[in-house]
């Protein structure tokens, strides 16, 4: 399967960039995976509803042409459902004997992602409750996307 990771901004942190190519290179036992970073809009300090609103209008079209034909796409909202590790692994495996040969994981700028592109989703996803610094979000899908892997796999890294 090919794994497309969509991600409005680019990461900064070198730890950060060190954790996703570690999981890349683990993945890679697994999957082809491929990360797309589209170019955030840059907003005011303190952004209107309305400036807000067209900025994940711009995001969300950059990010619709990037879709490919027959994927399977999930998008990283707050609204979306919670899943433990294993329930992750049999809805990616599912998608995968569903037909789709590409799962794409759409994660948005900080300000979260147009309702079109939501619309134009599969499946919705929330890594938590809780808040979380939004860059780490693409170190954590990565690391539950391999973490899924292992599970399917019968691996020993999932406790």
Same mark, same amino acid.
């Given at each position: 399967m090919n794994i497309i990771l969509l991600c409005v901004g680019k990461l900064k942190e070198n730890y950060l960039k060190?954790?996703? $190519?570690?999981y890349e290179k683990r993945l890679s036992a697994f999957c082809r995976i491929t990360?797309?970073?589209i170019e955030a809009e840059?907003?005011?300090?303190n952004p209107s509803e309305a400036e807000t609103a067209l900025a994940l209008e711009k995001e969300g079209q950059r990010l619709l $042409?990037?879709?490919p034909a027959n994927a399977c796409v999930y998008t990283l909202c707050i609204e979306g459902a919670r899943k433990n590790s294993k329930e992750f692994a049999l809805e990616l495996e599912k998608s995968a004997i569903d037909g789709f040969?590409?799962?794409v994981f759409?994660?948005?700028s900080s300000y979260g992602l147009s309702e079109q592109v939501k619309k134009a989703s599969n499946r919705r996803l929330s890594m938590s409750e809780m808040t979380?610094?939004?860059q780490l979000a693409r170190v954590m899908l990565m690391e539950q996307i391999?973490?899924?892997y292992t599970i399917i796999n019968n691996r020993r890294y999932h406790k």
């Open positions: 060190e954790a996703c $190519k570690e990360v797309e970073e840059r907003l005011s300090e $042409k990037k879709l040969g590409t799962a759409i994660i948005g979380f610094p939004h391999y973490r899924a």
